[in-house]
């Protein structure tokens, strides 16, 4: 057990810690695992406030996830709760107030609020103890709900959260409510800045670029992990990857709508000019100010490499739009990429890309069946794709088609 002194050194630094992520969805997973390893609670949710009510965004669980083979994700699905008293987690948001419960199947009578057991239900997992804490901003603003559960003890038995630990999570749910806003507005910054490439794309929507970088960084963790990179890399990888990969089409800002709105096959030489859509987008990260630029950079060049060496652009200096020397293919053109000549960061997304592009429908295409999709991603292995990245890939399948589900075509 930590003595006060200690707690208070170890959630200064767990609320310096999460400063460092930027990525919305990252951080609400940092979040989450780091309050419950300082409350020892078995399971946990965070919710965050959209359009006036609690969006569940992420969830974790110790013991659900002991019951799954290694490596395997628990898969859960999104759904949204009233600001009202109705449930714990609308009460803590609509009141500001937290709420520390020995047995969530006993509440008094007279208590405010209600427990809502339909999560038990689905989940096959019983609730006891609970702490419920509002995420408050600098501003006294409630942006979301953080929800600890089953405290344990040094036996594992459950216990309730301890009084004593009530400060300090309050104020690590400050910082956190602090860092969830200012990734939200990093998020909406990069929305904004895609759909100023994208918006005349009707097709490729916010959905369809936070789909490919949710999968993008699944792929890369389950790859990461098999390859033996350490945790605090995969981690650091995961944050810039998942904004990096939302802007992989970001150069298409540079095609013409005439190209990119054409509601058939493109023509040899249309494609051509949208394959352009690669270097361009590196351009606009070629001064390298941060780790994020880097990526950014890495994923928009690479993102059409293929593993067969088949892919573009290739060998190009993404500034001049020429061939680096030595690099010369057929007539002249760069030579594509390939194998590990192509960053992990574009193998990766290369799939995410692709996965996406064909499960869904576009102008230019319909929405292709589970089967064919994934018959097609196969056929692949060694040719378009990395075939121990495409391993990856097909590792996270249930992850990957239930983040499909959380970011639909339609918002
Ligand atoms: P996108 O729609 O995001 O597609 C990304 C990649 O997914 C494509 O890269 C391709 O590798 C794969 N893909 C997409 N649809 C299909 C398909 O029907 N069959 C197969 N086997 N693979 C598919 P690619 O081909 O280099 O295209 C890059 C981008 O160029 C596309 O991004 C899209 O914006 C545009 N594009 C490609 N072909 C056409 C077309 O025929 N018509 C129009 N309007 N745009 C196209
Ligand atoms: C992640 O947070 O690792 C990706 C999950 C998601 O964005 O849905
Ligand atoms: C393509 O048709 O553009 C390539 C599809 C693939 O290699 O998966
Ligand atoms: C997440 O919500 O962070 C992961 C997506 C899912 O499993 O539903
Ligand atoms: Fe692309
Ligand atoms: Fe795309």
């Not at 609730?127 to 600098?138: D, G, R, W």
């Not at 493109?266 to 630029?293: C, P, V, W």
Request: charged share 25%.
């Amino acid at each position: 057990m930590l003595n006060t002194k200690e707690k208070l050194n170890e959630i200064i630094q767990l609320g310096y810690e999460i400063t460092t992520v930027q990525d919305l969805d990252i951080l609400l997973e940092h979040i989450l695992s780091k309050a419950r390893a300082f409350t020892g609670a078995d399971a946990g949710s965070v919710y965050v406030v959209e359009d006036g009510k609690l969006k569940f965004l992420c969830n974790q669980n110790d013991t659900l996830q002991k019951k799954l083979p290694a490596g395997r994700k628990l898969i859960y699905s999104t759904f949204t709760v009233p600001i009202n008293n109705d449930t714990i987690a609308g009460y803590v948001a609509n009141n500001g107030e937290l709420v520390n419960i020995s047995d969530a199947y006993n509440i008094p009578e007279r208590a405010p609020y209600r427990f809502g057991k339909q999560y038990d239900e689905i989940s096959h997992y019983k609730t006891t103890s609970m702490l419920a804490v509002p995420l408050k901003s600098n501003r006294g603003e409630v942006v979301g709900v953080l929800q600890l559960i089953n405290a344990k003890n040094e036996k594992g038995e459950i216990v309730s959260f301890s009084k004593e630990d009530e400060p300090f999570i309050v104020y690590f749910a400050n910082n956190a409510a602090v860092a969830i806003e200012r990734a939200r507005m990093t998020r909406a910054l990069l929305l904004r800045m895609i759909s100023m490439a994208e918006l005349r794309d009707p097709r490729e929507t916010g959905a369809h670029v936070n789909r490919v970088a949710a999968y993008a960084v699944e792929i890369y963790e389950s790859w990461a992990r098999k390859n033996g990179v350490g945790e605090e890399q995969i981690n650091q990888n995961r944050d810039v990857l998942r904004m990096a990969a939302m802007l992989h089409d970001v150069g298409k800002v540079a095609i013409s709508d005439i190209i990119l709105k054409k509601p058939a096959r493109l023509n040899d030489d249309e494609y051509e000019i949208m394959k352009q859509h690669t270097f361009l987008g590196a351009r606009l990260f070629a001064e390298k100010f941060s780790m994020f630029d880097e990526a950014a950079y890495i994923v928009a060049l690479n993102h059409h490499e293929r593993w067969d060496g088949m892919g573009y652009p290739g060998h190009i200096n993404p500034i001049t739009g020429t061939v680096i020397p030595g690099y010369e293919g057929k007539n002249g053109k760069p030579r594509g990429k390939r194998g590990e000549e192509i960053p992990p960061f574009g193998r990766v997304v290369a799939i995410a890309d692709v996965y996406d592009a064909l499960v869904s429908r576009r102008t230019y295409k319909e929405a292709w069946s589970e089967d064919r999709v994934l018959q097609t991603m196969r056929a692949e292995a060694g040719k378009h794709f990395d075939p121990e990245m495409l391993e990856a890939f097909f590792d996270s399948l249930e992850v990957i088609k239930s983040i499909g589900s959380r970011y639909p075509e339609i918002e």
